[in-house]
């Protein structure tokens, strides 16, 4: 028996009038009394008799409406307490920068989430290619957590919940000595200077054949061109390549010192 039947026999019950419990319950006169002939016929027993304008509960109309009525204050005991749950828990706005490479991200959310347990993530991407522009993710209220570059520089406005650094390493086809097509991290973003200074290291004359938020492991394996893997990515190579010296960089999860998370709390 669906629990949209037992609120239709409690409105009877209550309202002792087909019409009314009806016009309560948003349905129509002759759907409701489809319903109660529906549930005695399943109960193979009368719930009501007639008592001139009135409908009066049978004995077995009086144990089932009983029935019906603790089952309705279970319901109602577990929506309240769910209720209750979801604002007590504190809901974590993460943001993610689309340049921190999966497993960094996994270990830095990781992390976080230890330290804010019994509070409700809610994750998203964002597309900021810089430090400035993440910060400002946290300063706006936008995110109360953001996942991205490290700073690199003391910062009182930001508490750091964890740390890590990841290698990147420049992937080149193996059989271009000279000019070789490079696919470069996007303009003005914080890594793209980072990989220009390392190609110029490494003594390879690197023309930019296009650019990329993330990286794209399929560049290499096509043969033709180069770019900077982070070192989690190497063993997704399976093409001919070279390697040569990159650069480190680190990453953190960081929040607003004096932010809506109070993080001396969960530390």
């Not at 009501?48 to 005991?77: C, D, M, P, S």
């Not at 749950?85 to 993460?94: A, D, M, N, V, W």
């Not at 998203?124 to 690199?152: H, M, N, R």
């Not at 890590?164 to 086809?173: K, Q, S, W």
Request: aromatic share 8%.
């Amino acid at each position: 028996m669906e629990l949209q039947q037992i609120r239709y026999m409690t409105a009877i019950a209550e309202e002792q009038n087909i019409t009314r419990a009806a016009n309560k319950m948003f349905i129509s006169q002759s759907a409701m009394s489809q319903q109660l002939m529906k549930v005695e016929r399943e109960l193979g027993t009368p719930l009501f008799w007639r008592e001139g304008r009135k409908l009066k509960l049978t004995k077995a109309g009086q144990i089932y409406i009983n029935a019906a009525k603790a089952i309705l204050n279970v319901e109602e005991a577990f929506y309240e307490e769910v209720r209750e749950l979801e604002e007590s828990s504190l809901h974590i706005k993460i943001a993610v920068c689309t340049c921190v490479p999966e497993a960094v991200f996994d270990k830095l959310l990781e992390g976080v989430l230890k330290k804010l347990a019994g509070t409700e993530p809610d994750i998203f991407l964002t597309c900021c290619q810089s430090k400035e522009e993440w910060q400002q993710l946290l300063y706006s209220g936008k995110a109360d957590v953001v996942i991205g570059p490290a700073d690199g520089q003391e910062n009182s406005m930001l508490h750091v919940w964890e740390t890590t650094a990841e290698e990147f390493i420049f992937v080149l086809p193996p059989d271009r000595k000279e000019e070789v097509p490079t696919v470069f991290s996007p303009p003005g973003s914080y890594r793209r200077q980072r990989e220009k200074d390392a190609a110029k290291k490494a003594g390879v004359r690197a023309e930019e054949a296009g650019s990329t938020e993330i990286s794209v492991p399929a560049v290499i394996c096509g043969g033709q061109m180069g770019a900077f893997l982070h070192s989690s990515e190497m063993s997704r190579i399976k093409a001919p390549h070279r390697k040569m010296p990159g650069f480190t960089m680190e990453f953190c999860a960081c929040s607003l010192e004096n932010g809506r998370i109070n993080h001396s709390f969960y530390l």
